[in-house]
Nanobody, 120 residues
């Protein structure tokens, strides 16, 4: 009942920036904690950044100081601003959002993934 649509990926040179968006649609009663994950070829999916419903954030050590996660609750959208990108940031990025689509029914949804490639 809740779908996540990601956008903003692409090809960028080292040192560049990208902004990913993750918009939730469907019947949403509450829009809860959200996270951005990434998976590089041959590697396991890893947590990049997380934001609670109240706006508290935490980051993987590898992206601290470079990435910023934020949210717009009115738009049911989560963002990931990625600065000073490095080739090792290349991966498919996924968003995950938890919440409730009715007062009693939780959801835990994943986006379809968006490719980020950092290369000169």
């Amino acid at each position: 009942q809740v779908q996540l649509v990601e956008s903003g990926g692409g090809l960028v040179q080292p040192g560049g920036s990208l902004r990913l968006s993750c918009a939730a649609s469907g019947s949403i009663f509450s829009f809860g904690a959200a996270g951005w994950y990434r998976q590089a070829p041959g590697k396991q999916r890893e947590l990049v950044a997380r934001i609670t419903s109240g706006g508290n954030t935490n980051y993987a050590d590898s992206v601290k100081g470079r990435f910023i996660v934020s949210r717009d609750n009115a738009k049911n959208t989560v963002y990931l601003q990625m600065n000073s990108l490095k080739p090792e940031d290349t991966a498919v990025y996924y968003c995950n959002v938890k919440g409730r689509y009715t007062l009693y029914d939780p959801f835990d949804s994943w986006g379809q993934g968006t490719q980020v490639t950092v290369s000169s």
